[in-house]
């Protein structure tokens, strides 16, 4: 099991969702990278909601992504994000926008089910409240709020 373990680790955290063809056609390794890089990402959107509430920390996240606190999402990570996504972290220039490339991490789950209890479990909530405060135009505001609800099928 050790390399089979060592081949999800390495994909885990990896932009790319691996491929079939990326791991030799190893159905095994594909679905322990696939199974491991969801449940990352829904433990890291449970995170996400807590950087919202707790403003020392997203101090610390703003700093050391050099993101300002402007109350807006810049115009090309709103548009991928009302499309679906993707958002690439290293885009972001706004705290805005590194909120909305966690809720875009939609079109990076492979299985359905982990998508599915990341919703059921809340833990994109506290993001969505989070972005209802602080977008300070109501027409951007109103249109992350809508594609929440149809892109991402998050309950508004």
Known sequence: ????????????????????????????????????????????????????????????????????????????ILERFEAGGPIVRAECKTYVDYMLQFVAWRGNFTFQEVWDRAVAEGGFNPVIAWLSRSVVDDSDRNRILAAAKSEYGLAI
């Open 1 to 76: 099991a050790g390399p089979l373990i060592r081949t999800a680790i390495s994909w885990h955290s990896r932009v790319k969702t691996p491929s079939l063809e990326d791991l030799r056609d190893d159905e095994a390794a594909w679905s322990l990278s696939c199974l491991l890089r969801d449940l990352d990402m829904c433990m890291n959107i449970r995170t996400a909601g807590k950087y919202v509430e707790d403003q020392k920390r997203m101090a610390r996240e703003r700093d050391s992504q050099g993101f300002t606190m402007e109350g807006a999402a810049t115009p090309t």
